[in-house]
């Protein structure tokens, strides 16, 4: 008889912490260049986010180091048996979950004062450079403030870096090299879940490009020139040289299938199905701290291989719908760690979700696609606790596939389990 998984807990909840409240270290020190300003407003933003209002957060369960949720393989989406050749050939789209720890005000700076000022590691980049490089054959009345100028906006460069680098302790990616633009454009932390999702529908890409006059110190004349002639002309018409427009707005993707919460095989999956969707709702939510701020919903690293691969993106729609009858069930516990509550079941879960980039797809990010894309096994921490017994253990409780856990790094041995291969390399 099939093994009944759906008592499985997905996730629990935890009060927010954050070890490092003091937003400082010793490579922020007070100085003149603001480091001593930057770390107080990092400290108040971090004490912020662990504020007694705060609502709890889903970790991964009994301890695990992440929480790895396979739809395609481990829901009941089709009739179709898990294990069976069709379902292990569906495509899937790849979400690594991550919570915006740094508020875009920070992280745009950052950015900006890079672009000018360069880095602690390549100083004078940029339009700093050319400023430096005009200032030195200039005489010492001027070359003198604007020197001073530039010391003073590399030193709040500075400052910025690294009061969000070790202020806020965000996660540090190692993105190929055609990927470093996007590398670190928002601060975020890992949650530790990661959902793999049945794409079923038809799009593949839909590509919109804009072309039009550009916007500049040329701008002025041009419209001049444009109204002398359309005075000695009865009519008038000149060609300029049109500029590309960069989108705002990333692309989307549809992602729509359903949960079956009947009963197959003397088994029903509604308590597994139940705490998915509500994982899903939750994460998807912003969590208020005060009576004016709030911590965003998650945003995603997202792949489905040899169509898209989007490093960062977010849910721009979650819609559940209940299929067929529906009915009150008997108390039962959502996560180990929260009280019996009461819930309504249907006979099925309609999920229509839109995944959307936070970024304009261009030729580096579909290159990834094919070249580099995301896996559940790229993370720059420890992927587990320990080894062998750690994972027999998630096997074990169901956290983890025989499959899966055969396919981690330095693990080729399960006990209990059959047809496990010795040594699997892909994208689980």
């Not at 912003?286 to 792949?303: D, K, M």
């Not at 898209?308 to 849910?315: K, N, P, V």
């Not at 587990?384 to 027999?392: A, F, I, K, Q, Y």
Request: glycine residues 6%; contains cysteine; charged residues 20%.
């Amino acid at each position: 008889m099939p093994t009944n998984t759906n008592d499985r807990y997905l996730f629990e909840f935890s009060a927010p912490t954050c070890p490092n409240m003091e937003g400082t270290t010793e490579k922020s020190v007070p100085d003149q260049t603001g480091k001593e300003l930057v770390g107080k407003v990092v400290k108040k933003l971090k004490s912020n986010a662990i504020s007694d209002t705060v609502a709890d957060v889903p970790i991964p369960p009994d301890g695990a180091a992440f929480s790895d949720i396979n739809i395609t393989k481990q829901f009941r989406w089709t009739k179709t048996a898990k294990d069976s050749t069709t379902v292990g050939t569906i495509p899937t789209i790849t979400l690594r979950e991550y919570i915006v720890a740094v508020p875009a005000f920070f992280q745009n700076m950052k950015l900006i004062t890079e672009q000018i000022f360069g880095t602690k590691d390549a100083e004078w980049e940029g339009p700093a450079s050319t400023v430096k490089s005009i200032s030195d054959k200039l005489p010492s009345m001027f070359r003198t403030p604007i020197l001073r100028a530039l010391s003073g906006g590399y030193g709040l460069a500075t400052a910025v870096n690294e009061g969000v680098a070790v202020g806020f302790d965000t996660t540090k990616f190692e993105m190929p090299s055609y990927l470093k633009s996007y590398e670190n454009i928002y601060g975020v932390k890992k949650t530790n879940f990661i959902y793999r999702v049945p794409y079923l529908e038809d799009a593949y890409k839909s590509i919109s490009n804009t072309w039009g006059a550009e916007s500049n110190l040329l701008t002025g004349p041009i419209q001049a020139l444009g109204a002398l002639a359309a005075a000695v002309s009865p009519g008038i018409g000149i060609d300029f040289a049109k500029t590309f427009q960069y989108p705002q707005n990333g692309p989307s993707y549809n992602i729509n299938f359903y949960l079956d919460n009947t009963r197959y095989d003397d088994i029903t999956e509604w308590k597994k199905n139940y705490r998915l969707v509500y994982l899903l709702a939750y994460q998807n939510l912003p969590n208020r701290v005060n009576r004016t701020a709030l911590t965003p919903p998650v945003i995603y690293q997202s792949s489905l291989p040899g169509v898209f691969s989007y490093r960062w993106s977010f849910l721009s729609k979650i819609n559940i719908n209940f299929v067929g009858n529906r009915r009150a069930m008997p108390p039962f516990k959502v996560t180990k760690n929260t009280a019996p509550t009461e819930v309504i079941i249907p006979e099925g879960y309609e999920i229509q979700m839109t995944l959307t980039s936070l970024t304009p797809e261009t030729k580096n990010l579909m290159f990834d696609s094919i070249n580099n894309p995301v896996k559940s096994y790229e993370e720059s921490e420890p992927f587990l606790p320990g080894s062998e017994e750690n994972l027999g253990k998630l096997v074990k409780q169901g956290s983890l596939s025989p499959t899966e856990a055969a396919m981690l790094e330095g693990y080729n041995y399960l006990p209990d389990t059959q047809g496990v291969p010795e040594k699997t390399t892909g994208p689980i």
